[in-house]
């Protein structure tokens, strides 16, 4: 059985691959190829745009592939969603798809723009927006660059945006959002009703989440009397319950859970004062709930 995985080429790239770095897998990119075999001899990538992602997994070319929800909304392909990886390129963030006008103009908000001039790259989904509103918009492909098109080559714009720095550099302002999106895992639909395949993509995802989850976390081990255990056990945030687990000495116990690796810092010296001993932190690759 090989897997035919869509890896998204592009501002995605690389945030994808780390991802799948951290998740166990790593795949083998060569500049000169579009064809990437992973570690998993099952699993073989391709690198594809993610604005043309769902089409290929609708058609079958490729059995499941990482594509932003924008695109899977503006293919208006049937794909089956397995599940949200939220990541952006520059975060671990959603994106937003907004709808901006010089900051000098006179529009206001979606209406006010009736028989202007829209360029974006979401074509469909821009028009799906002012249909539902019964204003009349002409909505224009943009090939890039979108953000210096008004006011000379069109009156308002559809883009994503991440921070909102590229926006205000280029004057524009923001009156409404249109779309939130995030990264998603996508499979074809003949493929997700194999049961080898699916399963393959089930623990693919299993296995991407659990990498995301570890994000920001870290593991902290310590062993404490028992007599204290209350004590330290109320300084620790966990995900669900700390693990606590006897140790051969039956006056003592091991803890071990874990935390926000931005609270360490605070939270170690008050475990040490609650008479916690032998503190350990440790980095973590995965949390899998």
């Not at 998740?23 to 190829?33: D, K, M, V």
């Not at 503006?74 to 390129?89: F, H, N, W």
């Not at 995802?205 to 990498?211: C, D, E, P, Y």
């Not at 994000?215 to 300084?235: H, Y």
């Amino acid at each position: 059985m090989k897997l035919r995985l869509g890896i998204p080429k592009g501002s995605l790239q690389e945030a994808t691959l780390n991802l799948f770095v951290r998740a166990g897998l790593r795949i083998y990119t060569n500049p000169r190829s579009y064809f990437a075999p992973t570690d998993d001899p099952e699993i073989d990538c391709l690198l594809i745009r993610a604005q043309e992602m769902a089409r290929y997994v609708e058609h079958g070319a490729l059995d499941a592939g990482l594509t932003g929800l924008d695109w899977v909304q503006e293919s208006g392909l049937e794909v089956i969603r397995v599940t949200d990886l939220i990541y952006a390129k520059q975060s671990m963030g959603k994106v937003k798809w907004v709808l901006a006008v010089p900051d000098d103009s006179s529009f206001q908000k979606p209406e006010d723009l009736g028989g202007c001039i829209v360029a974006t790259e979401l074509v469909n989904v821009t028009r799906q927006y002012f249909a539902g509103r019964s204003v009349a918009v002409k909505v224009e492909f943009s090939w890039g660059a979108t953000e210096v098109k008004p006011p000379l080559l069109a009156d308002a714009i559809v883009e994503v945006t991440e921070t909102g720095n590229s926006l205000r550099a280029n004057h524009l302002r923001m009156i409404d959002t249109l779309l939130e999106s995030n990264t998603q895992l996508i499979a074809n639909k003949a493929v997700w009703a194999d049961p080898a395949k699916r399963r393959k993509i089930e623990n693919l995802a299993v296995m991407l989440s659990g990498a995301m989850a570890a994000l920001g976390r870290v593991g902290l081990m310590l062993n404490v009397r028992k007599p204290d255990l209350a004590a330290v056990l109320g300084l620790l945030p966990a995900l669900k319950n700390p693990t606590v687990a006897p140790l051969a000495d039956g006056e003592w116990v091991a803890v071990n859970t874990v935390i926000e690796e931005n609270a360490a810092w605070s939270l170690i010296p008050k475990l040490k004062e609650a008479s916690a001993q032998g503190i350990v932190e440790y980095p973590l690759n995965k949390v899998v709930m």
